[in-house]
């Protein structure tokens, strides 16, 4: 980019700063540095299209930012399911859902089976059956809780940690290849992003499980 066309682009992001913050008196380089990492992507990544595009008045009507996050987001978990199904091609372990308790319960001494199921975001159905699964393959077990009678807890075994250990590098492998070509900057900048999104998104897996739609849009646009 040459000198004029830089400067240009760079008053234009100041006012878009400023815009941002209209009742702001005084500026700072560093919030207006701030401001550009976030907002400013070095090149623009073009937009990979999906649509046939029969039926024009859906994207026209339907189509924003915050529809492509969620398109995104759900294409980046079946990425990740693809190569997590290959490094576990030769493990008893069959799922990323599997994986997720092991390691789970790998840094505690032991968990219910409710709060183990909560904690990896599955619903009670699925995760009993990953439960019942994981101890037929020996590679966790049940615990009476002795203060709490109706309550079961389960463990990893030794054969459980063995295997998260042989499958540990591999997995290590799917983190890498997950974050792409994503810059040490840019990746610290989504887990930010990404982390915000968590806390939001897992009080209301929690607490408001059951609250409506119309609701919990309320709470996304405050």
């Given at each position: 980019?040459?000198?004029?066309?830089?400067?240009?682009?760079?008053?234009?992001?100041?006012?878009?700063?400023?815009?941002?913050?209209?009742?702001?008196?005084?500026?700072?380089?560093?919030?207006?540095g701030?401001?550009?990492?976030?907002?400013?992507?070095?090149?623009?990544?073009?937009?990979?299209?999906?649509?046939?595009?029969?039926?024009?008045?859906?994207?026209?009507?339907?189509?924003?930012?915050?529809?492509?996050?969620?398109v995104?987001?759900?294409?980046?978990?079946?990425?990740?399911?693809?190569?997590i199904?290959?490094?576990?091609?030769?493990?008893?372990?069959?799922?990323?859902?599997?994986?997720?308790?092991?390691?789970?319960?790998?840094?505690?001494?032991?968990?219910?089976?409710?709060?183990?199921?909560?904690?990896n975001?599955?619903?009670k159905?699925?995760?009993?059956d990953?439960i019942?699964?994981?101890?037929?393959?020996e590679?966790?077990?049940?615990?009476?809780?002795?203060?709490?009678?109706?309550?079961?807890?389960?463990?990893?075994?030794?054969?459980?940690k063995?295997?998260?250990?042989?499958?540990?590098?591999?997995?290590?492998?799917?983190?890498?290849?997950?974050?792409g070509?994503?810059?040490?900057?840019?990746?610290?900048?989504?887990?930010?992003?990404?982390?915000?999104?968590?806390?939001?998104?897992?009080?209301?897996?929690?607490?408001?499980?059951?609250?409506?739609?119309?609701?919990?849009?309320?709470?996304?646009?405050?």
């Amino acid at each position: 980019m040459k000198e004029q066309a830089f400067l240009h682009s760079l008053i234009e992001q100041f006012y878009l700063f400023r815009e941002a913050q209209p009742s702001k008196q005084e500026f700072s380089l560093a919030e207006f540095g701030d401001f550009l990492k976030n907002h400013q992507q070095p090149d623009e990544v073009a937009k990979r299209e999906i649509s046939g595009g029969e039926e024009k008045w859906v994207e026209e009507k339907y189509e924003s930012v915050q529809t492509d996050i969620t398109v995104l987001i759900s294409l980046m978990y079946r990425y990740a399911k693809m190569y997590i199904k290959k490094a576990l091609k030769d493990s008893p372990i069959q799922t990323a859902d599997e994986f997720g308790f092991l390691i789970t319960l790998l840094t505690y001494p032991s968990l219910s089976k409710t709060a183990l199921i909560n904690k990896n975001l599955v619903e009670k159905t699925s995760g009993a059956d990953i439960i019942k699964r994981l101890i037929k393959l020996e590679l966790m077990e049940e615990l009476e809780d002795k203060e709490d009678k109706r309550s079961v807890h389960v463990k990893i075994t030794e054969k459980g940690k063995y295997l998260l250990y042989a499958l540990l590098p591999e997995m290590q492998k799917v983190s890498t290849i997950v974050a792409g070509d994503l810059s040490n900057e840019e990746q610290q900048r989504l887990l930010n992003i990404l982390r915000k999104l968590d806390h939001f998104h897992n009080d209301i897996f929690v607490n408001k499980r059951n609250v409506g739609l119309d609701e919990l849009v309320g709470r996304a646009i405050n």
